[in-house]
């Protein structure tokens, strides 16, 4: 069982910036990616960043070159810094991580946090 730990987000203007957070805890396992998705109402659910264990990152289209995900030295907390912050970045935040878990048997499994509300507006 992994538990995610979100913080962050806010309100915050046009232009501005933000920092979300997530720890995933546990134990027996170990995250073979972790990231960020958003969902604004009446959308899809899209992926806005995410990392994998080897280092490789993806960006939505969108946020690429504001956007900066990273992982911590234990690689279990995965910060997403948001700049230039613009409304439509405005959605509902979810903290997201693909783990395999270790014990009889082995799991790969993908868990989400709760979300947290990012809204951008003057």
């Known amino acids: 069982q992994v538990q995610l730990v979100e913080s962050g987000g806010g309100l915050v203007q046009p232009g501005g910036s933000l920092r979300l957070s997530c720890a995933a805890s546990?134990?027996?396992?170990?995250?073979?990616?972790m990231g960020w998705y958003r969902q604004a109402p009446g959308k899809q659910r899209e992926l806005v960043a995410a990392?994998?264990?080897?280092?490789?990152?993806n960006y939505a289209d969108s946020v690429k070159g504001r956007f900066t995900i990273s992982r911590d030295n234990a690689e279990n907390t995965v910060v997403l810094q948001m700049n230039s912050l613009k409304p439509e970045d405005t959605a509902v935040y979810y903290c997201?991580?693909?783990?395999?878990?270790?014990?009889?048997?082995?799991?790969?499994?993908?868990?989400w946090g709760q979300g947290t509300q990012v809204t951008v507006s003057s």
């Open positions: 990392v994998t264990s080897g280092g490789i990152r």
């Open positions: 546990g134990s027996s396992f170990s995250i073979n990616a």
């Open positions: 997201n991580t693909e783990v395999d878990e270790y014990g009889r048997l082995r799991y790969r499994i993908i868990y």
